[in-house]
């Protein structure tokens, strides 16, 4: 009779081990469930907050080549005839305030002259121009001098794609310090959340080139960090290679 009580008595603890085993578990996630919330919730916040500052930043820009043959007279610049219009393979209106003609190895000035466009290219320049134009555009003033005639050059290879503009990027920066709260809201981010953002170069030299921080992270919380590399146009027409850091707590 011993034995068998023994034996119920050894089971019965195994079983209410096992109950309190059970009941520390639950306790322990109970505890440990809601900062797991929190910090799943945070990175989606990052999530969003990169692409919308990616978006933000990111507009049309379209390019077109005009091929210039050798000329009998050479010229100090070039009159393209009817490049504004609204054809396909035509500049629009509105964007002749920001284009950019240029070369591999030069940029040039330029004016209108009528319904075409005179460059400065200097003195019998023979060779293929490229044609960027965007809002995001900032052109040079021309220095050239008048004389040039027009003529239709050969056009083509015209396309329109999205990229990442610096002067947005810079934009950005500006709406950060001028109106942060305001950013915020813009930017779709929840009451309480806090975020500083930096433009880095490709080798991430510091200081960075964009600094957003109005507010250093704190330390007695989760900062939560994301680095996504980036290109992006200059106001030249230039692709630039960096990085975009963004924190949010």
């Known amino acids: 009779m011993k ?17 309190i085993f059970i009941t520390f578990l639950v306790f322990l996630y109970t505890i440990i469930q809601p900062v797991t919330v929190r910090e799943r919730d945070k990175q989606y916040i990052l999530d969003y907050l990169t692409l919308n500052l990616m978006g933000d930043a990111t507009g049309n820009m379209s390019t077109m080549i005009i091929n210039v043959e050798e000329e009998v007279q050479p010229q100090t610049c070039l009159n393209v005839k009817d490049i504004i219009g609204d054809e396909s393979d ?17 940029k040039f000035t330029y004016e209108r002259n009528s319904n075409s466009i005179r460059v400065n290219t200097g003195i019998g320049f023979i060779g293929i121009i490229t044609v960027i134009y965007s809002e995001s555009i900032v052109p040079l003033e021309y220095d050239g001098v008048p004389g040039c005639f027009p003529k239709n050059y050969p056009v083509g290879y015209v396309r329109t794609f999205s990229e990442i503009f610096e002067t ?23 009451p309480g959340t806090e975020f500083n953002f930096y433009i880095y170069d490709s080798k991430r030299s510091k200081p960075p080139i964009i600094s957003a921080e109005n507010y250093e992270p704190p330390t007695d ?26 924190k949010i707590w």
Request: hydrophobic fraction near 40%; proline fraction near 4%.
């Open 3 to 19: 034995s068998i009580n023994n034996k119920k008595g050894s089971h019965v603890g195994v079983v209410v081990s096992f109950v």
């Open 221 to 246: 919380r989760s900062v939560f960090v994301e680095e996504v590399p980036l290109q992006y146009v200059d106001e030249d027409g230039n692709i630039i290679f960096g990085f975009l850091l963004i």
């Open 168 to 190: 947005k990027i810079y934009e950005l920066n500006e709406s950060y310090y001028v109106s942060y709260e305001g950013l915020k809201a813009h930017l779709g981010l929840p």
């Open 90 to 106: 035509q500049i629009p209106e509105y964007m002749i305030d920001h284009l950019i003609f240029k070369t591999s190895e030069e």
